[in-house]
């Protein structure tokens, strides 16, 4: 009966993080998934998270289903997390939210609403973009298209031919957008950049697809969110999936977020029950643990200050990781290959390595990034720095 199913040859990054763990090699390091390691190369929890998880397990309750939308408490904190508290599009109730399974799911749950309700639309992604974004919107039934964005000449950002197409583009197409710490090239557009391409999707009535899955992991959180909420605030149509996967050290725990921000209360309550219609057609329902640990950290003063406390050191450790590696390469690579370990910004780098060098320091000397030359840079530590960087130096001497 399954003799014609093919196998399946993997994800690019999944399945080379898995490869990573079978490693035996003692030297490995991993680059390759978005996830970030601390200095001991150990994958954090939080100290917010674990004050709430002991309170969580000291009050055992029943678990039933939550509803479809998922748990109110962490619906309202992820809401006010991504447009800020006192954003009036809240205090409105125009922004429909609900809990997803990690921002996956909130693509894939956005997805399945824009394919539903705008047919005839289709979607354009950075060139390159996540390699999962092109999965999760044509599996969904959308046609995935590029709009310029990566110079690897320069490593830095095609800004104006971005507008130019986006600026061409059919009424009620979709733009996917990344808020910041750009996946996977770790380019963003600067505030002034936003602020030029705001009117160019208002003028050609564009709906924009935000995906804000490293919050805090650029600048700060407000920062981070910026565009999010100058979006919000000159009216553009705009979808939100935001996830708490890297800013929690949370991922298997897949807490996620969309939100559409509506033009009035009555349009955003049709719009969460059309989103509920789309979460029962996938998973029913989103699970409860994480989504309570999230909404307790977020809703204790106390808690939340040292959760974003930690989360600046994150940052921070991640900029200092960016600074040794661009010193450990100082004079073995040509200046614009360096320059953008410390011009990039977030988890991810370009490192403009091609296949063949990225195949070269997976099995010459255990160092995993990316087939795209995708870096995670915050895989890096004190201990492993010297020697990737050394690593690199020696498959681009092709030595
Ligand atoms: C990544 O880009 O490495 C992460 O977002 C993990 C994933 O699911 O791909």
Redesign the pocket.
């Known amino acids: 009966m399954f003799d014609h199913i093919p196998a399946y040859p993997g994800d690019p ?2 399945s080379l993080n898995e490869d990573f763990q079978l490693d035996p090699r003692p030297n490995k390091v991993n680059l390759s ?2 996830i970030y390691f601390d200095d001991a190369g150990k994958l954090p929890v939080m100290d917010a998270v674990r004050h709430a998880e002991t309170a969580l397990l000291g009050a055992i309750g029943p678990r039933s289903y939550l509803p479809m939308a998922g748990l109110p408490l962490y619906r309202d904190a992820a809401q006010a997390l991504v447009f800020g508290a006192d954003h009036e599009a809240r205090a409105a109730g125009r922004i429909a939210t609900l809990q997803t399974i990690g921002g ?1 799911g909130a693509l894939k749950v956005g997805a399945d609403f824009l394919k539903r309700y705008f047919p005839a639309s289709q979607i354009w992604i950075s060139d390159p973009s ?1 390699e ?1 974004h092109r999965v999760v919107f044509e599996g969904a039934g959308l046609t995935v298209n590029t709009y310029p964005y990566y110079d690897e000449h320069t490593g830095g950002l095609r800004f104006a031919d971005m507008i130019d197409t986006i600026g061409r583009l059919p009424e009620q197409s979709i733009v996917l957008l990344h808020a910041c710490c750009h ?1 996977p090239t770790g380019v963003d557009l600067s505030p002034a950049q936003w602020a030029e391409l705001v009117p160019v999707l208002q003028r050609r009535k564009l709906i924009a697809f935000v995906d804000m ?1 490293y919050q805090g992991f650029g600048a700060s959180l407000e920062e981070d969110a910026a565009c999010v909420r100058l979006l919000a605030d000159a009216g553009v149509p705009l979808i939100v999936a935001s996830s708490f996967s890297k800013n929690f050290s949370l991922y298997g725990e897949r807490c996620g977020a969309l939100s559409v921000v509506c033009k009035s209360k009555e349009e955003a309550a049709r719009v969460l029950g059309q989103l509920m219609s789309a979460v029962r057609a996938n998973y029913s329902n989103p699970p409860t643990h994480g989504a309570r640990l999230v909404a307790n950290v977020l809703s204790d003063t106390s808690l939340r200050a040292s959760w974003e406390a930690e989360l600046a050191t994150m940052r921070e450790r991640i900029l200092a990781m960016r600074g040794t590696i661009h010193e450990g390469l100082a004079g073995r690579v040509d200046e614009v290959m360096r320059a953008r370990y410390v011009a990039q910004r977030g988890m991810f780098t370009y490192t403009g390595l091609s296949e063949a060098q990225v195949e070269r320091l997976r099995s010459e000397y255990a160092v995993y990034v990316l087939r795209s030359g995708r870096m995670c840079v915050a895989g890096l530590n004190a201990s492993n720095a010297g020697y990737v960087a050394s690593s690199i130096a020696a498959v681009v001497a092709g030595a």
């Open positions: 990054i999944l998934i978005g996956s996540w999962n996946n899955a």
